[in-house]
């Protein structure tokens, strides 16, 4: 009997396969050492295998589809309600080979090797600024506690820090200026790292048609532009800007029963980075619109007049998200709205 389906429960060393015939009869269903898994999978005939999108599910996705099988991912969330009970690599494994066959089942795009590469950047970039972050509020805590604050802004703080590391101390004692002189060094290290990895950014980014086109819109540069390209490539696997932007959680929350409509907060599911990114790159945007409203498009200008920044800022990152989705499926350049 050919076994047509597989379910892959992916894991560092040892993986389940669970696999079905093409009327749902099981055929196997055991583990399998990381060494031997692409030559199990290279004595098979071609069918369909299904994984969670986890953490090297991309690169199992591309071996396998290198040796002629439809490897396709899935949230893993989606995969959840078919687990029966309990919680075993054998039942994730049944549990993922059921998912797979569904035909309202939503996939996930695998990456590029190159895709991942670009991914990295951002994701070390990310890591750098969150603990520039907890640096600078580490210093500032501990000026308070001496009775010295400083300016808002990271520009203040650096200006701050140089300063410190050129001899001009603060009146506090000798002990603790020792320990700020160590944060203050680590913080301009960490400045010069992410100085860096903005820079390849760049770089890589004038280098891809579709960032350099995304960047021609207004509240995205080259770090929210190649983020975008990284993450969905040409956004195909999307059906509509619609989906685009509900995956990336900017579509509000649907809580409709009984024929009444109720709509809540933005979900904030899928991508937070590339969420967060939109949202400020249109704050940006929208901030503009406030001390320069002649320098945006009329619909920019009405909504940031009409509504709280924030939720003006959501929605036009809603908006550029679905815009996002023609530019990239249809090769469009961005085309400035009438109204």
Same mark, same amino acid.
């Given at each position: +009997?050919?076994?047509?389906?597989?379910?892959?429960?992916?894991?560092?060393?040892v993986?389940?396969?669970?696999?079905?015939?093409?009327?749902?009869?099981?055929?196997?269903?055991k583990?399998?050492?990381? @060494?031997? =898994?692409?030559?199990?999978?290279e004595?098979l005939?071609?069918?369909?295998?299904?994984?969670?999108?986890?953490?090297?599910?991309?690169?199992?996705?591309? *071996?396998?589809?290198?040796?002629?099988?439809?490897?396709?991912? +899935? /949230? #893993?969330?989606?995969v959840?309600?078919y687990?029966?009970?309990?919680?075993?690599?054998?039942?994730?494994?049944?549990?993922?080979?059921? %998912?797979?066959?569904? /035909?309202?089942? $939503?996939?996930? *795009?695998?990456? &590029?090797?190159?895709?991942?590469?670009l991914?990295?950047?951002?994701?070390?970039?990310?890591?750098?600024?969150?603990?520039?972050?907890?640096?600078?509020? +580490?210093?500032? &805590?501990?000026?308070?506690?001496?009775g010295?604050? =400083?300016?808002?802004?990271? *520009?203040?703080?650096?200006?701050?820090?140089?300063?410190?590391?050129?001899?001009?101390?603060?009146? +506090? /004692?000798?002990?603790?200026n020792?320990?700020?002189?160590?944060?203050?060094y680590?913080?301009?290290?960490?400045?010069?790292?992410?100085?860096?990895?903005?820079?390849?950014?760049?770089?890589?980014?004038?280098?891809?048609?579709?960032?350099?086109? =995304?960047m021609r819109?207004?509240?995205?540069?080259?770090?929210? %532009?190649? %983020?975008?390209?990284?993450?969905?490539?040409?956004? @195909?696997?999307?059906r509509?800007?619609?989906?685009?932007?509900?995956?990336?959680?900017?579509?509000?929350l649907? @809580?409709? &029963?009984?024929?009444?409509?109720?709509?809540?907060?933005?979900t904030?599911?899928?991508?937070r980075?590339?969420r967060?990114?939109? !949202?400020?790159?249109m704050?940006?945007?929208?901030?503009? #619109? $406030?001390?320069?409203?002649?320098? !945006?498009?009329?619909?920019?200008?009405?909504? !940031?007049?009409?509504?709280?920044?924030?939720?003006?800022?959501? %929605?036009?990152?809603?908006?550029?998200?679905?815009?996002?989705w023609?530019?990239l499926?249809k090769?469009? *350049?961005? $085309?400035?709205?009438?109204?």
């Amino acid at each position: +009997m050919t076994v047509k389906t597989i379910g892959l429960d992916l894991a560092k060393d040892v993986f389940q396969v669970h696999g079905i015939s093409e009327n749902g009869r099981v055929i196997f269903n055991k583990t399998i050492k990381r @060494k031997k =898994l692409l030559g199990f999978f290279e004595a098979l005939p071609p069918c369909v295998i299904g994984m969670e999108a986890c953490g090297s599910a991309h690169y199992w996705g591309r *071996e396998l589809r290198k040796l002629g099988h439809d490897a396709r991912l +899935m /949230p #893993a969330s989606y995969v959840k309600p078919y687990v029966k009970r309990g919680k075993t690599d054998a039942v994730d494994a049944e549990a993922i080979c059921e %998912a797979v066959r569904r /035909p309202t089942m $939503r996939f996930v *795009e695998v990456k &590029s090797e190159d895709q991942q590469a670009l991914l990295s950047v951002h994701r070390s970039r990310d890591l750098v600024v969150r603990q520039r972050t907890q640096v600078a509020n +580490m210093i500032r &805590s501990l000026l308070r506690e001496f009775g010295h604050v =400083l300016p808002t802004g990271i *520009e203040a703080l650096t200006a701050f820090a140089k300063k410190h590391l050129d001899g001009e101390h603060p009146d +506090m /004692p000798e002990l603790a200026n020792g320990i700020l002189g160590t944060q203050c060094y680590q913080l301009l290290g960490l400045n010069e790292r992410i100085a860096g990895y903005t820079r390849l950014i760049e770089q890589h980014a004038l280098l891809d048609a579709n960032a350099r086109r =995304l960047m021609r819109m207004p509240g995205i540069g080259p770090i929210t %532009a190649s %983020a975008l390209v990284a993450t969905i490539g040409d956004a @195909k696997q999307f059906r509509t800007g619609r989906d685009l932007a509900a995956w990336l959680g900017l579509t509000p929350l649907n @809580k409709s &029963s009984g024929g009444k409509e109720r709509l809540g907060k933005i979900t904030k599911k899928g991508d937070r980075y590339l969420r967060k990114l939109l !949202v400020v790159g249109m704050t940006s945007r929208a901030l503009l #619109a $406030r001390t320069h409203p002649e320098r !945006v498009d009329i619909w920019t200008a009405n909504i !940031v007049a009409d509504k709280p920044l924030r939720l003006a800022t959501v %929605a036009m990152a809603n908006k550029a998200a679905r815009v996002v989705w023609v530019m990239l499926t249809k090769k469009q *350049e961005y $085309r400035q709205p009438a109204f």
